[in-house]
Structure formats: C-alpha cells, structure tokens
C-alpha cells in the first residue's frame, strides 16, 4: 500500500510539474509573438494649445485651437503669429498626414487680421492618424514651389501638429469673420484673466512679506535697550538689512501694482469689446 501511495504521489508532483511548464510555455509563446497580432500603438503627437513656441527665425507661433470635422473631412487651426520688426517674409502654410508624409497639400486662409489666422484643410482623410501643419518664411518675391528642396527645408520655420485621438470634433459649416474675431478675443481675454491672477496673487506674497520684515524690525528694535553696546552695533545692523529688503520690495511692489492696473485696464476694454461682438 505504501509503494503504491508514493506512486501517486510521484505522479501527481510530475504532473503538477508537466503542467507547470506547458502554462509558461504557452505563456512565453503569447506574449512573445503578441507584437504579430496587436500592433503597437504609437505615442499621441500633438502641439501644445496655448503655449509660446519660438521660430527659427525669432518669430513665435502659438496654436489656440484646432478642430476636425468628419462629414467634410476639413480640419481648422487658429493660431497666431508674433512678427519680428522688419521682417517682410511671407508666410506660407502647408500640411502633410502621416500616411503620405512626402505629399505637401495647400491651405486655405480663411481668415487673418493683426497676425492671426484661422486656417482650413481640406481633403483630410478620416483616419489621418497623425498630421503636421508646416510654416514656411519665403520671401515676397519668391514662390515656395519654385524653391530648391534644400532651400525649402531652410524656409521651414516650424510644424504644429495634430492627432485624431484628441482632436476635437466640430462642424465647420460656419465662417463668419465676426465669428473668428470673437474667438480670439475669448482667448485673449482667458489669458489675460489668468496673467491677472497670477498678479494679484504675487502683490499679496509681496505684500505679507513686507508684513514679515516690519514685526521682525520690531521685534529686533524691542530688544535694542536689553543688550549690551556690541550687541545693539550688531542687532542695527541687521535693522538696517531688514530696513533694506524691505524697500527693495516695496519698489518690487509698485512695479507688480502698476501691472495688475494695467491689466485691469485691457481685461475691461476686452470684456467691452466682447459685449459689442455679441450684439
């Protein structure tokens, strides 16, 4: 009976072993080959909205919005350029997708005022997976088709790009100026609501560390009588320093105040401008 016991015991820990290694071959074998059966997918590219980009040329691009529509498969791009003095380059947009990278398709402006632009694609495919508008600064008196590809690669000033995954999704059966102008200004005015904040914000840490520096002096000048004469030269001194740093913030101060006034000023003609873009 004890022989016949060990038996199957020696058979089962076999078995338990046999099978042991055929899950982690079947398991080595899926995820070993997985990349044959799922493709992988590719990271989303897409450029920042709202965020300063810099030329190569000087000039600053920033990308405020974009949009797809898919029943007239155009995508539309605002955004607006920041001119260096004295540059008379043209600009020339271009956009390519990621399925035909080497076929540059025009763009249509359908609007620009004071350097912003609102942009249309055309003919952009559904599944444009990834897309790159191109900015190219050609010079008045040429064409960018009749440049050399080593002169159009020097004129590129920069690509923005876009990913169907996130872009978001819009009818585009709308465009009216009155329309694009009031965009811009929401824009604007978002910006400078957040530029007042952040200057509201840094005049009261201004503010309260100047509240620091006078209990401070006065506790120091408290103890002044309570210490001996080289103690008193040295607490004085450190008046003075305190004395010091706080008119270095004080004049800190009037410089953030008369920004924040400043951006009070253009927060409420942009908001009068709104009301009248909306009558």
């Known amino acids: 009976m004890r022989r016949q016991t060990r038996r199957r ?16 071959v079947i398991g080595f074998l899926f995820f070993g080959t997985s990349s044959f059966f799922f493709a992988e997918e590719s990271p989303v590219n897409e450029t920042p909205i709202n965020e300063l980009i810099r030329l190569s040329n000087g000039e600053t691009v920033t990308l405020h919005a974009s949009s797809y529509d898919t029943e007239t498969k155009t995508m539309r791009i605002r955004l ?8 008379t380059n043209n600009h020339v947009f271009r956009y390519v997708y990621k399925a035909r990278p080497d076929s540059e398709k025009e ?15 055309k003919d952009v495919p559904r599944d444009f997976d990834q897309l790159a508008l191109r900015i190219y600064g050609v010079d008045e008196s040429q064409s960018i088709d009749e440049l ?3 002169e159009r690669e ?27 102008t009031r965009l811009f200004v929401e824009d604007e005015l978002a910006e400078t609501e957040k530029q007042l904040d952040m200057a509201q ?9 100047i509240n620091r520096l006078d209990r401070d ?21 450190e008046i003075f320093d305190l004395v010091r740093k ?16 400043a951006l009070e000023e253009k927060h409420d003609k942009l908001r009068v401008r709104l009301r009248e873009l909306s009558i």
């Open 9 to 24: 015991l020696t058979q089962n820990v076999s078995r338990f072993y046999l099978g042991l290694g055929v899950f982690f």
């Open 80 to 87: 607006s350029l920041d001119k260096t003095p004295g540059n």
């Open 107 to 121: 763009v249509d402006l359908l609007y620009e005022r004071n350097d912003q632009y609102v942009l249309e694609l």
């Open 148 to 150: 050399t590809p080593e």
């Open 154 to 180: 020097n004129s590129l000033l920069t690509s923005l790009y876009a990913d169907r995954r996130t872009i978001e999704q819009a009818n585009h059966s709308s465009s009216d100026e009155t329309t694009f």
């Open 201 to 209: 914000q840094s005049v009261e840490a201004q503010r309260q560390q």
């Open 217 to 237: 002096k006065e506790e120091l000048e408290g103890e002044l009588p309570y210490l001996s004469l080289d103690e008193q030269v040295e607490q004085e001194n």
């Open 246 to 261: 706080r008119d270095e913030l004080t004049l800190e101060l009037e410089k953030i105040e008369q920004s924040v006034q």
